[in-house]
């Protein structure tokens, strides 16, 4: 089992940038693949990105793409989501997810039923 806290929402102007990091407990971090998905009020939570267990393939939503990118430390037992150019349509929590057991493509990898730990979340807000 593994416990995820994210951190580093904030409010931001458009065009703006902000870095998210997701800590988790545990010692079996590199163990599982790991996601970014959002959540706007009103709307269904969307993914956001994927990265395998060791960092080297990640998945990006089109809608996100040039823009955001995840990334993880294995040794630090954190993922990261670095967004550029933000846009107010990016306002949302934003959660961080781990998958364990059997991988999969990462790019099959992005509904919320692909998961199994989820974080509390964090809120975004983009100001225009």
């Known amino acids: 089992q593994v416990q995820l806290v994210e951190s580093g929402g904030g409010l931001v102007q458009a065009g703006g940038s902000l870095r998210l990091s997701c800590a988790a407990s545990?010692?079996?971090?590199?163990?599982?693949?790991m996601g970014w998905f959002r959540q706007a009020p009103g709307k269904e939570r969307e993914f956001v990105a994927t990265?395998?267990?060791?960092?080297?393939?990640?998945y990006h939503a089109d809608s996100v793409k040039g823009r955001f990118t995840i990334s993880r430390d294995n040794a630090k037992n954190t993922m990261y989501l670095q967004m550029n150019s933000l846009k107010p349509e990016d306002t949302a929590v934003y959660y961080c997810a781990a998958r364990g057991g059997r991988m999969k493509f990462l790019s099959s990898m992005t509904t919320t039923a692909e998961y199994d730990y989820w974080g509390q979340g964090t809120q975004v807000t983009v100001s225009s």
């Open positions: 990265i395998s267990r060791s960092g080297g393939n990640t």
């Open positions: 545990g010692r079996t971090f590199s163990s599982y693949a």
